[in-house]
């Protein structure tokens, strides 16, 4: 299972990107996705998931700044992102899992390249 990460930016404070995560090898319908974000010197923190049956989940902190949906059809799984604020800044990765516990806990096996998001203040 290979996973391609895309839409990061250089994006203004208030501003949106949309996030997205192709999965080849593999199908929505058995692995769980999540998406991580790491800034250098930081440790990596969860943003969001969704899982397998479609139940999706946000970190407290950007509950109402982001959502988390797929496109079965194609295999991609999407982060929207809205408000942006400089401390969102950050490389963003998706990660995928056939348990969804071990997602959870931040440990999948199969990861993506990252993509960059910017927000300038």
């Known amino acids: 299972v290979q996973l391609q990460a895309s839409g990061g930016g250089l994006v203004q404070t208030g501003g949106s990107l949309t996030l997205s995560c192709t999965v080849s090898g593999g199908t929505l319908d058995y692995y769980h996705i999540g998406w991580f974000r790491q800034v250098p010197g930081m440790e990596r923190e969860g943003v969001s998931s969704i899982s397998t049956d479609g139940t999706t989940w946000s970190r407290g902190s950007l509950k109402g700044r982001v959502t988390c949906s797929r496109d079965k059809a194609k295999n991609t799984v999407y982060l929207q992102m809205n408000s942006l604020r400089p401390e969102d800044t950050a490389v963003y990765y998706c990660?995928?899992?056939?348990?969804?516990?071990?997602?959870?806990?931040?440990?999948?096996?199969?990861w993506g390249q990252g993509t960059q998001v910017t927000v300038s203040s």
């Open positions: 990660a995928a899992d056939e348990f969804e516990g071990r997602l959870y806990a931040g440990n999948p096996p199969i």
